[in-house]
């Protein structure tokens, strides 16, 4: 075995080991979260994925950034196939294994990828400009300055590199067959560029810089596999899984609160014994409503794991629009980032460690909750079926329920509805009296 | 006066019958001055079509939807089961309410607390009852040839893909129908849900429903079209403050087809 391989085989496993331990951690991050079971309208799901994660229909809201964004998912999609060479190549130190048995087939894929890797180009200088030069809206909001704002450019200049390599490898490549007198690969691209910038070049020299290439392209895999599960660029893989178990009911039926029903079934029971002991306890004690992002179910942290930042929700969001303080955007953020620091200081201290902080108050103002509207234009918006309302509502519940801090209006709205049923303060008495006006 | 038709539950209960159909009125559609014209609205179109409704009249009770989405589950969950317990002691299968807020809650929300009925929207109602023939716009319509936009509602709209009805109602009305920029899914809220229409908006730059209002006046429409009491206060109040309550009249869907009937 040459030293080639070994260098590849120590490079590539470390590297999937480092991944492993990775993703091993973002599971259990989101396992944090509370139990949800979700396995019901299996056909109804994997529908939905394939439309809306595969399918992208979402994305297509707004055309432009939808068909330059489709180049780079599309370019990702196809160049794992020739990563399958690669991967054989560098563990046997063969040299373009499939080249000589597929033939035709070979030359077409290899120059789909070549074309595709071109519009990616294109779509990562095009994605650089809209986020620094033509200054989108939804990217320059208070959440996506400083880390947010470095990791969105952080993943289009890797996309930059890794591009450059894969046309040093195949350009050199190119030039190097021919000055060894077996003629044109015959790729899309690089039968053109490859002679126009390698040609006449020493054949040393191009077989360095075919390796350059290779190990380049390979690197940047690998480099770049690995800033996945730090980045939001995360979403290419767990966008997948997020809309299969994303929400199939109406967007505007908010969960029902189990514990609630309890608690309420007994108060409307005449049999009922009030100063009977509960029958069997449900679990261990539940707080009402979500204070940290242990009682949101693990859905909702899947949810913050999942989502790129890409600002839709708060771009459609009215009270955003509006100049109130809330960001669907930044409920998703703040979310992920209480997660992942809970997950360290658990995994640092001890599991049923918990630290001082919470989602509530340390990360997400009442402020802000109270500026939303539930319209559900966040979770319309959302190429991947996030749900930020359903957070916003959970920690609603937390304030009123076991804060009892309501704005003091809505205090009296529910005394309304408590006193007389109504939302004002008319008894119930006088609901007819319209028909006599 | 008006002469309009209506009985309770309780009322058909006394007599031995069922009628076909409850009306859930709502807080709104009950109290709010503006919003009991829309209620009337609606009962002249049932009598008209001499549909065999009621009300609940003083059982009606808040269905807890601005409670749920204040995040007092409690609170709602006791309007949810009290509601209950009265609909299903009448045997109430099919509903029709006069809010999308109402409409939401019941179809949505109280399945899962015992309470199964069919539940529609009055513009899904309205939208039958000219499908099927049995209410018809005559000719010498007043609306002909006025600008008429409409103004989703987030709970019809996004919370239930409800867009067709009431643009198919609105049809029949032989008037010029236009969208505004933002419309059906992408309909900006007018501001009130979420239980926003009992409290002072949080700090910012603007209201929302003046930003909705602008999306409404760039048509230059004579009627702002809603089917939402609710929105009907947020998109007359956006009129006000751009000085237009001349010229733009905000009208529910019930109330086009009322005055379209010349009832």
Known sequence: MGIGSIIFIVLFFGAMGFFGFNVKKVIANINLGRDKKINDRKGERWKTMTLVALGQKKMFARPIPALLHLFIYVAFLLTQIELIEIIIDGISGSHRLFYPTLGGLYTLVISIIEVLSVLALIATFAFLARRNLLKIPRFH??????????????????????????????????????????????????????????????????????????????????????????????????????????????????????????????????????????????????????KDVTDLPWTSLLQAYTCTECGRCTDNCPANQTGKLLSPRKIMMDTRDRMVELGDYKRKNGKDKVDEKTLIHDYISPEELWACTTCNACVDACPVNIDPMAIIVDLRRYLVMEESKAPSELTGMFSNIENNGAVWQFPAADRLKWKDE | MSGIKVHTMAEYLAKGEAPDLLFWVGCAGSFDDRAKKITKAIVKILNKVEMKFAVLGAEESCTG????????????????????????????????????????????????????????????????????????????????????????????????DVYEAPRKVLETLDAELVEMKRC????????????????????????????????????????????????????????????????????????????????
């Open chain 2, 65 to 160: 939807d601005p409670a749920k989405r204040a995040g007092n589950e409690f609170l709602f969950q006791m309007q949810a089961m009290q509601n209950i317990q009265i609909m299903n002691e009448y045997k109430v299968r099919r509903i029709v309410t006069g809010c999308p807020h109402c409409f939401n809650t019941l179809k949505n929300e109280y399945p899962e607390l015992g309470g199964n009925y069919e539940v529609i929207h009055h513009t899904q109602l309205i939208q039958e009852l000219i499908d099927s023939g049995k209410l018809r716009i005559e000719d010498g319509k007043p609306f002909k040839g006025k600008k008429i936009t409409f103004h989703d509602p987030c709970y019809l709209g996004r919370a239930n």
């Open chain 1, 141 to 290: 909001k208070d959440e996506m300055t400083g880390w947010p704002k470095l990791d969105g450019n952080i993943i289009l200049y890797l996309e930059i590199l890794l591009v450059f390599f894969i046309f040093t490898m195949n350009g050199a490549d190119e030039a190097l067959h021919i000055a060894e007198g077996k003629g044109s690969y015959g790729f899309a691209m690089s039968q053109w560029y490859g002679p126009m910038i390698f040609g006449g070049m020493e054949t040393e020299t191009l077989h360095l810089l075919e390796r350059i290439g290779w190990w380049g392209h390979l690197t940047m895999v690998l480099v770049f596999m690995n800033y996945l599960p730090y980045s939001k660029h995360f979403h290419i893989f767990l966008a997948f899984p997020n809309v299969w178990y994303s929400n199939l009911e109406a967007k505007g039926r908010l969960s029902n609160m189990e514990a609630v029903t309890n608690e309420v079934k007994m108060m409307f029971d005449p049999e009922a014994d009030p100063y009977a002991a509960p029958a069997e306890p449900v679990g261990e004690p539940q707080t009402f409503g979500v």
């Open chain 2, 184 to 263: 059906k899914s992408k309909g900006l809220c007018c501001g009130a849900g979420g239980a926003q229409m009992f409290k002072e908006a949080e700090k910012g730059d603007k209201e929302v429903n003046a930003e909705r209002t602008e999306d409404a006046m760039e048509l230059n429409p004579d009627i702002i079209a809603t089917g939402c009491p609710f929105c009907n206060t947020m998109m007359t109040d956006g009129i006000k403050l751009a000085n237009k309550e001349g010229s733009v009249h905000v009208m529910d869907i019930a109330e086009l087809i009322a005055q379209a009937q010349d009832l």
